[in-house]
T-cell receptor, first 115, second 113 residues
Framework: DSGVTQTPKHLITATGQRVTLRCSPR?????VYWYQQSLDQGLQFLIQ???????AKGNILERFSAQQFPDLHSELNLSSLELGDSALYFC??????????????FGPGTRLTVL | AQSVTQLGSHVSVSEGALVLLRCNYS??????LFWYVQYPNQGLQLLLK??????LVKGINGFEAEFKKSETSFHLTKPSAHMSDAAEYFC???????????FGAGTRLFVKA
């Protein structure tokens, strides 16, 4: 158990819909990262937050957005869903430092299926 | 731009045999290099990382990797495979300038009894 929690574990929805994925980092960690893992694209970095502020952006679509709240939990919002958005979405946390040598601890993931 | 290439999407070894998973990277600045393992239906777990200093890095579960700048490689090895090592392994690169971690496509390790 990494100490990172993600909810829900599974999510099934229809095209065009909007969903929210939730992540709670390990106690004391200030950074939260979101990743998408799919068969065709592999593991892709989406976005990172540090202590509530956006820190880095990767291959995140404009239909996707994220935020980190004062209690440090984070949400990833996916809208206008397409079949190709079906994937495993991982959250990771690290910290409390700001360097990217810090070990990232991954949650168990949310499996999103878009029908 | 940074990139990671993992040679071989699937590697099969016999129990007790040497495990060698290959990773080559591309980076215009000194890289930070990582190996992660993913067991079925689980998130990724850090095996080891290289940032600076000693180029031979020891990790968990008996794995180690050597940073070879001249070969731009960071291959993962374990002297003797165990059935429990069967998983997917990801090599990743980052650096001091930014906060993005780039992952390779992964290598699935099969261990035969």
């Amino acid at each position: 158990d990494s100490g990172v929690t993600q909810t829900p574990k599974h999510l099934i929805t229809a095209t065009g819909q909007r969903v929210t994925l939730r992540c709670s980092p390990r106690s004391g960690d200030l950074s939260v990262y979101w990743y998408q893992q799919s068969l065709d694209q592999g593991l892709q970095f989406l976005i990172q937050y540090y202590n509530g502020e956006e820190r880095a952006k990767g291959n995140i679509l404009e239909r996707f957005s994220a935020q980190q709240f004062p209690d440090l939990h984070s949400e990833l919002n996916l809208s206008s869903l397409e079949l190709g958005d079906s994937a495993l979405y991982f959250c990771a946390s690290s910290g409390p430092g700001q360097t990217n040598t810090d070990t990232q601890y991954f949650g168990p993931g949310t499996r999103l299926t878009v029908l | 731009a940074q990139s990671v290439t993992q040679l071989g999407s699937h590697v099969s070894v016999s129990e007790g045999a040497l495990v060698l998973l290959r990773c080559n990277y591309s980076s215009s600045v000194p890289p930070y290099l990582f190996w992660y393992v993913q067991y079925p239906n689980q998130g990724l777990q850090l095996l080891l990382k290289y940032t600076t200093g000693a180029t031979l890095v020891k990790g968990i579960n008996g794995f180690e990797a050597e940073f070879k700048k001249s070969e731009t490689s960071f291959h993962l090895t374990k002297p003797s495979a165990h059935m429990s090592d069967a998983a997917e392994y990801f090599c990743a690169v980052s650096d001091f300038r930014g906060f993005k971690t780039i992952f390779g496509a992964g290598t699935r390790l099969f261990v035969k009894a």
